[in-house]
T-cell receptor, first 113, second 116 residues
Framework: DGGITQSPKYLFRKEGQNVTLSCEQN?????MYWYRQDPGQGLRLIYY???????QKGDIAEGYSVSREKKESFPLTVTSAQKNPTAFYLC????????????FGPGTRLTVL | AQTVTQSQPEMSVQEAETVTLSCTYD???????LFWYKQPPSRQMILVIR??????QNATENRFSVNFQKAAKSFSLKISDSQLGDTAMYFC?????????????FGTGTRLQVTL
């Protein structure tokens, strides 16, 4: 079945450590996205990628980094520079301009202790 | 920049009744798309319905329909014959119609509780 997978579902890290969240899709979509969700704030865009080896900052990119070495993979690293990293992280993908519709993964809950 | 506003943080409806969730947006774009996403307790985001701004006809998907008022920049969601499985957070979202990446701008959401 085609879809988007995110792993792990729950992640715990100590303050000051970098952590990488996985996102894989087998939908053959060109574009991929990372969102952060906090209570009462909806979803906010962190980074997005339109094609392999290219990505752009979203609205809240500070303290995060990404890579897009393969079409199906778009990992997100939460660095120690992110001041408040505890949140729910959602990955999404879209075909591109024709659809304008995004498909979401199940999310990763990151807790920094 | 685009903004999306959902002014109802929480709503409740009895099973089989109809409920309307409100959404307003602000943009200077003429070509854009609007969406309603559902996020149940599992937290999986699910697309409920989409509307292209250039289409005058309101979108409908089974029990879900929208009232799209372009001049008023309003995009409300009507759920008919509400079911217990409709209990979820509902997010309104905006996407520009140009460019390759369909970046979404989300509202803060409305928590809907369907009761017996």
């Amino acid at each position: 079945d085609g879809g988007i997978t995110q792993s792990p579902k729950y992640l715990f890290r100590k303050e000051g450590q970098n952590v990488t969240l996985s996102c894989e899709q087998n939908l053959n979509h060109d574009a991929m996205y990372w969102y952060r969700q906090d209570p009462g704030q909806g979803l906010r865009l962190i980074y997005y990628s339109q094609i392999v080896n290219d990505f752009q900052k979203g609205d809240i990119a500070e303290g995060y980094s990404v890579s897009r070495e393969k079409k199906e993979s778009f990992p997100l690293t939460v660095t120690s520079a992110q001041k408040n990293p505890t949140a729910f992280y959602l990955c999404a993908s879209s075909i591109g301009a024709a659809s304008r519709e995004q498909f979401f993964g199940p999310g990763t809950r990151l807790t920094v202790l | 920049a685009q903004t999306v506003t959902q002014s109802q943080p929480e709503m409740s409806v009895q099973e089989a009744e109809t409920v309307t969730l409100s959404c307003t947006y602000d943009t200077s774009e003429s070509n854009y798309y609007l969406f309603w996403y559902k996020q149940p307790p599992s937290r999986q985001m699910i697309l409920v319905i989409r509307q292209e701004a250039y289409k005058q006809q309101n979108a409908t998907e089974n029990r879900f329909s929208v009232n799209f008022q372009k001049a008023a920049k309003s995009f409300s969601l009507k759920i008919s014959d509400s079911q217990l499985g409709d209990t979820a957070m509902y997010f309104c979202a905006f996407s520009r119609g140009t460019g390759t990446a369909s970046k979404l701008t989300f509202g803060t959401g409305t928590r809907l509780q369907v009761t017996l």
